[in-house]
């Protein structure tokens, strides 16, 4: 086996450490860098990288590796933070992970490696890279463990970034990755898995939004056009939202669509123009479901979009692959259709291709048609 300098992006989390174990017991000169992204409000309950940084050189003094702080704060509130509000205050919901793997880990980060001498990088991500001897090209897999899948989130990396790129417990299960952590000795082997983004962490995310972006109240109308309630402005809602409305036990016209005074309520539309947040009752109600998207801004991982035909595709994470047939008019654009109609397909969310374990890309959901 061919011995690289390889520089592993280590989090604090178990993935990052077992992933930096794996690599230097294959005989590679491991270094450790801990990305710090977010400055504001750091010293908070709700987000403090220090821990995190606390965690991982706890890792790397065990695994027995350098590790060096590098901040990425600026890069991060420049290409992800600014992109972030500009969807919300559009009425949109992107998801800030996707561009920070994009433009962050994958560009700043590697840039960084690359300057202090790294061949590769390495992370604890949930997905494989393979090399097609036939095109010459780096696909991106699915990780063998199913349920932690990571690929979605990385489907923006080109192949510049693949050919970089290691994610060895992608070749695992989770069950795996922990019993490694143990048998290692590794502090973090039982520490709780990271959920959400960073800089919010786990506070209310409307009182985070509420400090950047303004509000404007409006209506909540049901199917019929009926006024039920007030909302505290589009920005803050998302489609398929069952929580935080504020008219549960108001009951449906006629229990329309099997609606009842039991059944819940769910964002289905947002109208930006008329700032009125639509909801309907029933998790199946077809404003709900969507035949069709169309998607823009798309990246593909072998640099070009595949041939138009039928693929899977998702267009939420932890969604199980959906059938569906794929065109593309432009490369930077694409239409899917699918065999069944999709719950909640909500723009500024990415639709994700995929042929069998490959993923091929994807774009941002631009619109979506509903079956009324």
Request: proline content about 3%.
């Amino acid at each position: 086996m061919q011995h690289h300098r390889i520089v592993v992006g280590l989090s604090g989390g178990v993935d990052s450490a077992v992933t930096a174990h794996l690599l230097k017991k294959q005989g590679h000169e491991v270094v450790g860098i801990f990305m710090k992204n977010w400055e504001d409000d750091d010293d908070s309950e709700f987000c403090s990288s220090n821990i995190d940084f606390v965690d991982a050189a706890a890792v790397a003094d065990v695994v027995g590796i350098e590790i060096e702080h590098v901040n990425f704060a600026a890069d991060y509130k420049d290409r992800v933070f600014a992109e972030f509000l500009r969807e919300y205050q559009a009425g949109r919901t992107p998801n800030p992970d996707i561009l920070c793997n994009a433009e962050i880990k994958f560009k700043s980060f590697l840039d960084h490696a690359l300057q202090v001498g790294a061949e590769k990088i390495a992370t604890g991500h949930y997905a494989r890279v393979r090399l097609n001897e036939a095109t010459g090209l780096h696909e991106l897999l699915k990780g063998l463990d199913n349920s932690k899948d990571q690929s979605y989130f990385l489907h923006r990396l080109n192949q510049a970034q693949l050919s970089k790129t290691l994610f060895p417990v992608g070749e695992l299960l989770k069950t795996q990755v922990r019993q490694i952590a143990e048998e290692i000795g590794l502090p973090n082997a039982k520490k709780k898995d990271s959920t959400g983004i960073c800089f919010i962490g786990e506070r209310p995310f409307r009182d985070f939004l509420n400090r950047y972006i303004s509000k404007e109240p409006g209506p909540i109308k049901d199917a019929t056009g009926r006024t039920i309630g007030k909302h505290v402005g589009l920005s803050f809602y998302t489609l398929g939202q069952r929580q935080g409305l504020g008219i549960g036990g108001i009951k449906a016209k006629g229990a329309q669509r099997g609606g009842g005074e039991h059944t819940p309520w769910f964002v289905a539309r947002k109208d930006m123009a008329q700032n009125i947040l639509w909801v309907v009752q029933g998790h199946d109600h077809p404003w709900l479901l969507s035949p069709q998207l169309e998607a823009a801004d798309a990246s593909w991982c072998s640099g070009s979009a595949p041939t138009a035909g039928l693929y899977a595709a998702k267009t939420r994470y932890r969604q199980a692959d959906a059938h569906c047939a794929f065109t593309s008019p432009h490369a930077t654009e694409f239409a899917l259709s699918f065999d069944e109609s999709q719950w909640a397909v909500t723009p500024g969310q990415s639709a994700v291709l995929y042929d069998g374990e490959v993923c091929l890309g994807g774009g941002v959901i631009n619109s979506a048609v509903t079956l009324t």
